[in-house]
């Protein structure tokens, strides 16, 4: 029963930047524990798309939902919602100032509050569970791009949050860096977190996705399950799409 | 002659040479201006003694005139600028808010600043705040009551007489606000070079704007901008001569009273000059050391 409650709804959303329209009325259901990958040319809106769901982005129309609370302007709200949401960017964005552990506990510590021993314990379980444990003390600069970006994962993780945001974790990474962070998610997967990820990895999505969704312009226009999405997509910017990049 | 001598004349050209022949003949020429013209006598014998003198009294060398102005100084510099770099960051932050009043408030500030001549902004700073924030908090007996007692080591040991600590106080307060000013600018600079995705990462973690800026973004700018502050610091030093205006007893204020009573007009403003000179081109040189390029791996 609770795998089929929505716990992320957009609804009919648009986003502007000044003049320029990057969403239009983008609708989609996420449903607690689901996997969806997000996937299309470059400009079409997808890292808007899920900035807007932790608010990194404002949406200028429609509604969102996020775990039952409606993201509006109260601060309150956003703050509520992205204890909940983690994020994993592209570059990473780890703190440089900071170790690998004092990464992770930075969280927990000033925003849930909990206490330093706990806070320490808790990192070094998501620093063990993302195959890193001995790193806890380096800084990010010394470690591989594979590496940050799994600790960037752990950091997310430690603040217990029950969605996870990707947005094209492995494409700054070597290609033979990305599997390590792909493995890595497809653990996260199968623990049953719910996750958005915007990749172009079209072996994960096939293995971890419920649902893939194709946009293009700002819109979605082709959203199914990988089964028929890889197969035959009805859409035919998507076909195309789906050629160039399966082709490499 | 050694071999790097040599070497050194070698790569002389005749320019460089009129160039130092001019200079000599100039201060020559002023020399001789003081000298016979003014009918001026050196009397470089005075510095010394007006540097330090013997007390009978308590039978040990104490510092004259010259000497405690420096150590007001000092002590006006350190606390000065720890205030400022408070003051600094606060508005350096302003500088950088999302609303858009506190936005403006530090920019007039700023301007305010920019575009009033010091020695202005020194009175008005002294008569319409330092003045009254020591009149409101008693400042004045209570520092009399403090140079009575006689436990006052620690007090004197920080803020020199007791007497005198309201314009000392006076002095770290107005010269601190206006180098706030400055130092605002640096750290807003600062947190202007911190890149969006540390921003993104504060804030998706759930962090309010206070821990944002507390835990990454403040730590981080503050480190770029230590160089700029380091030398901020060495301005605040040369920029307090003029709070010597509102009558604060540092090193300027004493040269201009020593000045008056013993005349020495050129060796006191020569012998002060040095002492400035000397302690900023040590820090300078100092804090050149300390940022030198290291071979390290962390951070
Ligand atoms: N802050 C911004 N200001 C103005 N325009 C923006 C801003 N952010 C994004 N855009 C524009 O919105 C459109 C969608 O951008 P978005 O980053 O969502 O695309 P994307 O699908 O993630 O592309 P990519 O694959 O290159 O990451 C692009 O045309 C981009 O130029
Ligand atoms: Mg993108």
Redesign the pocket.
């Known amino acids: 029963m609770p795998e089929t409650q929505p716990i992320i709804e957009i609804r009919n959303v648009d986003k502007f930047?000044?003049d320029?329209q990057?969403l239009s009325d983008v609708s989609l259901t996420v449903n607690s524990g689901e996997k969806v990958v997000i996937c299309?040319?470059?400009?079409?809106?997808?890292?808007?798309?899920i900035r807007c769901v932790n608010r990194l982005e404002e949406h200028t129309s429609g509604q969102l939902f996020v775990d039952g609370i409606e993201l509006t302007g109260e601060t309150r709200n956003i703050r509520a919602v992205r204890m909940e949401v983690g994020m994993v960017f592209q570059q990473f964005n780890l703190f440089p100032h900071l170790t690998v552990l004092e990464n992770l506990t930075v969280g927990p510590l000033r925003v849930r509050k909990i206490s330093k021993a706990d806070a320490i314990a808790r990192a070094r379980k998501y620093l063990e569970r993302v195959h890193i444990p001995e790193q806890a003390d380096k800084y990010p600069a010394q470690l591989s791009g594979g590496q940050q970006q799994r600790v960037a994962i752990a950091r997310s993780l430690c603040m217990e949050p029950r969605i996870m945001l990707f947005d094209?974790p492995t494409s700054a990474l070597d290609p033979e860096m990305i599997n390590e962070v792909l493995d890595v998610m497809i653990e996260l997967a199968e623990s049953g977190m719910t996750m958005i990820c915007?990749t172009h990895e079209m072996g994960f999505a096939n293995r971890v996705a419920d649902q893939m969704v194709f946009?293009d312009g700002?819109k979605i226009v082709e959203i199914a399950p990988p089964s028929v999405f890889f197969t035959k997509p009805k859409n035919p910017r998507c076909r195309e799409f789906l050629d160039q990049i399966l082709e490499h | 002659m050694n071999h790097g001598m040599r070497r050194l004349l070698k790569r002389l050209h005749w320019m460089d040479g009129l160039i130092v022949a001019v200079l000599v003949l100039f201060f020559g020429y002023v020399w001789v201006q003081i000298g016979d013209q003014l009918n001026y006598k050196w009397r470089w014998g005075l510095i010394p003694d007006y540097m330090f003198r013997y007390d009978e009294e308590r039978e040990r060398w104490v510092a004259n005139l010259l000497v405690q102005g420096l150590i007001t100084t000092i002590r006006i510099c350190i606390y000065a600028s720890i205030l400022a770099v408070l003051l600094g960051i606060i508005l350096g932050m302003a500088r950088v808010a999302k609303n858009l009043t506190i936005r403006m408030l530090a920019r007039t500030y700023l301007e305010f600043l920019r575009n009033i001549p010091p020695v202005v902004v020194i009175f008005i700073f002294f008569f319409f705040l330092s003045e009254q924030l020591i009149a409101a908090l008693n400042i004045e007996s209570w520092a009399r009551g403090i140079a009575r007692s006689e436990n006052n080591g620690v007090w004197e040991f920080f803020f020199g007489d007791m007497r005198r600590f309201p314009s000392v106080i006076s002095g770290v307060i107005v010269l601190a606000l206006f180098e706030s000013a400055f130092v605002g600018e640096i750290v807003r600079a600062g947190i202007e070079a911190i890149p969006r995705g540390q921003h993104e990462a504060a804030r998706s973690l759930g962090m309010s704007w206070y821990a944002e800026m507390r835990y990454i973004i403040l730590p981080q700018a503050l480190k770029k901008v230590l160089p700029p502050l380091a030398n901020q610091f060495i301005s605040l030093i040369k920029d307090s001569a003029i709070i010597s205006l509102i009558s604060v007893q540092e090193l300027t204020y004493k040269t201009v009273e020593l000045v008056s009573t013993t005349r020495a007009i050129f060796e006191a403003w020569i012998a002060t000059a040095a002492m400035y000179f000397v302690i900023c081109f040590s820090l300078s040189m100092l804090f050149s050391y300390l940022e030198r390029p290291r071979k390290s791996g962390a951070r």
């Open positions: 930047f000044g320029f990057a299309g040319p470059s400009g079409s809106g997808k890292s808007t798309l094209e915007v946009m700002g």
